[in-house]
Nanobody
Framework: QVQVVESGGGLVQPGESLTLSCKTS????????VAWYRQAPGKQLGLVAG???????NYAESVQGRFTISRDNAENTVYLQMNNLAPEDTALYSC??????????WGQGTQVTVSS
């Protein structure tokens, strides 16, 4: 069973930065894509950023230019660098590893709270 473990969330003030980590228990290149999603209270789950096996990335419009997704193949880890955080970025951030076939693997999520 593949495990996906997120870490790095916390409470920060507006304008500050955080880096989230998503580590898979198997070779991260076995997945078509690893992506970060977020869900705020009362809102739908939405894609934040994703990175394909090829290294190609995509971002939600709301985080473009502020967030950067990257991958360390040796550590089987995907990072989400979040800069200039705003209160509207407050959410539970979850990582998913999407295989080339079959169901996605989800982590338990990590809470990010942006508040002064």
């Amino acid at each position: 069973q593949v495990q996906v473990v997120e870490s790095g969330g916390g409470l920060v003030q507006p304008g500050e930065s955080l880096t989230l980590s998503c580590k898979t228990s198997t070779n991260i290149l076995n997945f078509y894509r690893v992506a970060w999603y977020r869900q705020a209270p009362g809102k739908q789950l939405g894609l934040v950023a994703g990175i394909l096996t090829s290294g190609r990335t995509n971002y939600a419009e709301s985080v473009q230019g502020r967030f950067t997704i990257s991958r360390d193949n040796a550590e089987n880890t995907v990072y989400l660098q979040m800069n200039n955080l705003a209160p509207e970025d407050t959410a539970l951030y979850s990582c998913t590893a999407e295989p080339f076939g079959g169901s996605n693997y989800w982590g338990q999520g990590t809470q990010v709270t942006v508040s002064s």
